[in-house]
């Protein structure tokens, strides 16, 4: 095996190890996102029931402020999960059409496969800093953009709209149970 072989065989494996190492953080951003997720309604669930039970008022004012938190919580792990996920794409379009558009400058697969040609494809850029266009990785990644996302607004705000009917009601002496 020529050097250049051993060369090329040595970028591979590093887009391979950079591909595994971009998959376990989607995944564990994932998983924690999820676990918030969980974690957030388990504790408004309770809170609600058992101010419905107890007939204790202020519960529901806890319960509408209590969303909030885990809403951030998870939006700080969807912006790191989007960052990673855009490398992710970022590699495998590399890889599937032979090159890619790096910040105005084409670079190809053969260019970073040769060892005379100097490529500017970035390794190991696990968040996309260097690999994405600065604007548009602040869109996929920025905190507004998380934070007012579908999936997020879905999951929390009709938790905390819920509680602020409850508050409501209760203020109005009108009650549903």
Do not use: C
């Not at 890889?95 to 190991?124: C, H, M, W």
Request: no cysteine; aromatic share 16%; proline share 3%.
């Amino acid at each position: 095996m020529n050097q250049n072989n051993k060369f090329r065989e040595f970028r591979i494996d590093l887009l391979k190890k950079e591909i595994d190492m971009i998959n376990q953080k989607v995944n564990h951003f994932d998983n924690l996102r999820q676990k918030t997720k969980q974690m957030g309604i388990l504790l408004w669930t309770a809170t609600i029931g058992y101010g419905l039970k107890e007939n204790i008022q202020v519960l529901f004012y806890i319960s509408a402020l209590l969303p909030l938190p885990f809403w951030l919580m998870e939006t700080s792990f969807r912006r790191y999960y989007r960052g990673f996920y855009a490398r992710f794409r970022a590699i495998a379009e590399f890889i599937r059409n032979g090159n890619y558009n790096l910040k105005g400058t084409e670079v190809t697969l053969a260019q970073f496969l040769s060892e005379d040609e100097n490529s500017d494809f970035p390794i190991f850029d696990y968040w996309g800093i260097e690999t994405i266009p600065s604007e548009k990785h602040r869109k996929e990644t920025g905190f507004l953009n998380s934070f007012i996302d579908r999936n997020l607004l879905l999951v929390y705000g009709p938790m905390m709209l819920i509680s602020i009917v409850l508050i409501i009601s209760k203020i109005q002496k009108f009650s549903f149970f």
